[in-house]
């Protein structure tokens, strides 16, 4: 089995995440596991939400599809969560039916910090990386995440000058041609606090979800 992952908040799950994982299929992956982080290491959330509201989010987002699954290994194992550390706790939970390198699944938002992720290089040796676009968007202060301690220095400073091709730790990289949804969770959270329509921006059973525990806030009718 070609086994791939996708890792983020999930805060929500959105149209854009699965689009991107579907372009991921299409290079002959068997299987794609969506990994909610119990706590990003560089992140200060705007709306934190439980764990395992998030992974709900994820499980009925994906639970249709059976090339997608919701894994919980890093909500499961709590604190801080690395990718380093769930890499190599799926080769072994996968160990006998894997048949290649993990593909990495990484956004155009963490390119040029991705060298300061935990053990990057072992990372980028370990697995394949997949990079994916993902647009950019203006979004509200209010609810948005901000970047703490060296990837707040490192994005205030150096990420300005960055370019993806002269990354050496992407010289073995997949670069994806998807055409990027023009979404994120920020917005979605955004429009959910503040009465705007959000629907057609997440799977039904999510949007279902969040209206009916009102889980943002403000409920749309």
């Given amino acids: 089995m070609k086994l791939a992952i996708l890792g983020g908040s999930f805060n929500p799950i959105h149209a854009g995440h699965l689009a991107l994982a579907s372009e991921v299929l299409a290079l002959g992956y068997d299987k794609i596991l969506f990994v909610p982080a119990a706590m990003a290491p560089h992140k200060e959330m705007a709306f934190p939400l439980a764990p395992e509201k998030r992974l709900r989010m994820v499980q009925l987002a994906v639970e249709d599809n059976p090339a997608f699954e919701a894994e919980s290994c890093e909500i499961n194992r709590g604190g801080t969560s690395y990718t380093f550390d769930t890499v190599t706790y799926l080769e072994e939970k996968y160990s006998d039916i894997l048949e290649d390198k993990i593909g990495l699944i990484i956004g155009t938002d963490q390119f040029a910090t991705f060298h300061l992720w935990k053990n990057a290089k072992e990372l980028s040796e370990r697995c394949t990386l997949i990079l994916g676009v993902r647009p950019e968007q203006k979004e509200d202060n209010n609810f948005k995440n901000k970047s703490t301690g060296k990837y707040a220095e490192y994005e205030n400073s150096a990420c300005r000058d960055f370019h993806v091709e002269d990354e050496p730790l992407f010289k073995n990289a997949v670069f994806l041609k ?27 059973k999510v949007f279902k979800y969040i209206m009916d525990g009102n889980i943002y806030g403000k409920k749309y009718r």
């Fill in 178 to 204: 998807n055409a990027p949804v023009s979404v994120s969770s920020t917005e979605i959270r955004t429009m959910a606090a503040t009465g705007k329509d959000f629907r057609s921006l997440v799977p039904e």
